[in-house]
């Protein structure tokens, strides 16, 4: 029984990293696609949500099936557990994903204001906290986790600045509004996505030292 759930736990492992890349591809091309005002790949973004889908359901259904058939103990269930946690985020990743696609779909093609500059680092950053998380967890290497919370510091800092670029931007002209409350939205996105990689990275570092860190 243990050599089968180890092989169930093998392939699981796989495929919790492939659907973190899958995510953060979503994640990624939508904010490229808010960059460049795309909607071409805007909609790419929002026609894989199906994909995005099968996969959440794919790995939550096998998960509960090794909870019920195997009765996992130790190392074992941290691993689990962990793999339930990621799912979620990374399930939520895409979704939010989808719906800064969606939100580039119907954005005037009107340029950018400069905001966009400070919205793109705090983007890089999120999607490298998200990267740093998914190479620990497929390396087993728990050092990339020991810093989120101060790059999630740096993002929250980051959304403060936006927001108050966003009013400036309003009160110089009322023809912004629209757009920086778009880039408030987005920036929101952001935020909430850099808290999630702190708790997805806390249950590697569980998964991976035995011992709890507390990131969030």
Known sequence: MSDKLHSELGKLRNDIIEMGEFSLGMFSESLDALKKLDRDLAEKVDAKKVRLSEFSDDIEERTMRILTLYQPVADDIRAIFCIIQMNTTLYRLGRNGREIARLVMILPESPHLGIIKSLSHMAECVISMHRDVLDAYSSGDSAKLTNLLRRDDDVDNMQGSIFRESL?????????ISRCIEYVMVSRYLERMGDH????????????????????
């Not at 400036?168 to 912004?176: A, G, S």
């Not at 249950?203 to 969030?216: D, P, R």
């Open 168 to 176: 400036t931007y309003m009160m110089e002209d009322n023809r912004n």
């Open 197 to 216: 990689a702190c708790l997805m990275g806390e249950k590697v570092y569980y998964m991976i030292e035995g011992e709890k860190l507390e990131i969030n």
